[in-house]
């Protein structure tokens, strides 16, 4: 029998959920890339992982396979991959494995690892933390964010800058029977607006989160999508938007990162799009300003739009600062720890024509101990530091009432 009716064996009998589980277990036991995710407003679950061992670094969107970009905030050193190719595909519309052409030459590996994911389907012990790394150790002082506030306040009071986005991060523990397959699934019910999705990257880890930030998305090669998302206030469930109203601090400090984004036009001479905002938008707990920005790639004769926006536009003064540069370096120097994949960006590229790249927001990396969440504030002259402490304490429950409620 060939693979491919193997696999189709394996998981006829079973819910979407059920063989989601038993992959990203098998990915997990296996050591190989997966990325699950769900796109905003739609339903569908999709699910891609890679069995060869292929370490594909694109910067080139256009003519890329189909896969999944998982870029961290820095660009990273060296050879790494920041690719997941599409070889084995689990949607939720079908549930039912797509085995792509290319791995046709890899049947060796490909029966493997569907012995380990039949092992797994009967397997009630199997631990997914077993397979991951400890957590490090997490600087959680407050007194030592808000200097950090101070210091961007300073830096910033002195014409140095005009915004600083520190972060910081934090720990938490994670229940007896959470799995991340599952908190996906209440992540995607939680928050119907965000993208929602599970990475694991053998030697980065594991990365769950429910993202509000487009970065860049495309649509069958003709509209070119990026938004300008910042302002932060937390709210009430049933919060009616028409009620928002905003300070001068967080209009100035979404209109800079909305500048940013013209100015990345301006650079490549790109004079006709159209800007819609800022809208008041929910996410989640939150509320945000958002403008939204789209162009025609045919009618202004741009086909490669989105791969130079991606190499323009990264890392937004809606996660760094402005100028960019420069406050990229103040937080390498000041922040005092690596944001890895947060803030960085990610998602499905050349899938059904359309790609769809997200900032990694609204995320947390889980360990064999429990998990470290990451949150960080757009800093201004007109900030308190007190009320940036208080915002990334909001932006971490997007995650956390989530994975602590008992659905
Ligand atoms: C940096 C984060 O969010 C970004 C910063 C915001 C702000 O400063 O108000 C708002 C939305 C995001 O662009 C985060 O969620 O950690």
Known sequence: ???????????????????????FNAAIKE????????????EQIQA????????????????APEGFIFHPFRKPEGESRNYI???????????????????????????????????????????FTDFLHSSPEVDEDKDKFISLVEKCKQYISEGYYQKIVPSRRAKYGIKKNFHPVHEL??????YENAFVSLVYMPGNGLWIGATPELLISTENN????????????????????????WRHKEIEEQALVSRYIVNCFKQIRLREY????????????????????KVDMKATNFPELASTMLQLLHPTSAICGMPMKPAAQFLEQ???????????????????????????????????????????AGVTEYSIAEDEWAETEIKFRTLLNVFESNA
């Open 222 to 245: 003709q509209y070119f999508h990026t938004v300008s998302l910042a302002g932060t206030q937390g709210v009430p469930p049933d919060f009616d938007l028409s009620r928002a109203a």
């Open 334 to 376: 000041n922040e005092g720890y690596d944001r890895e994949y947060f803030s960085g960006y990610l998602g499905p590229v050349n899938f059904e024509s359309s790609t769809s790249i997200f900032v990694n927001l609204r995320c947390s990396r889980v360990y064999r101990d429990g998990g470290v969440i990451y949150a960080g």
């Open 185 to 190: 699934f209440k992540l995607c019910e939680a």
């Open 274 to 293: 159209d800007e819609n905002g800022p809208k008041t938008v929910k996410a989640g707990n939150l509320i945000h300003l958002k403008t939204s920005f």
């Open 31 to 42: 050591n190989i890339p997966i990325a699950i995710w769900r796109k905003p407003a739609e």
């Open 1 to 23: 029998m060939n693979s491919l009716n193997q696999f189709r064996q394996l998981t006829g009998q079973s819910t979407y959920a059920e063989n989601l589980t038993h992959l």
């Open 48 to 63: 891609i992982c890679q069995i060869s061992d292929r370490k594909l670094q694109i910067e080139e969107l256009e003519n």
């Open 85 to 127: 190719l599409s070889e084995i595909e689990l949607s939720q519309k079908k549930n039912e494995f797509v085995i792509h052409p290319t791995l046709q030459n890899h049947s060796t590996e490909l029966s493997a690892f569907f012995h380990v994911f039949k092992e797994l389907q009967s397997d009630d012990k199997f631990k």
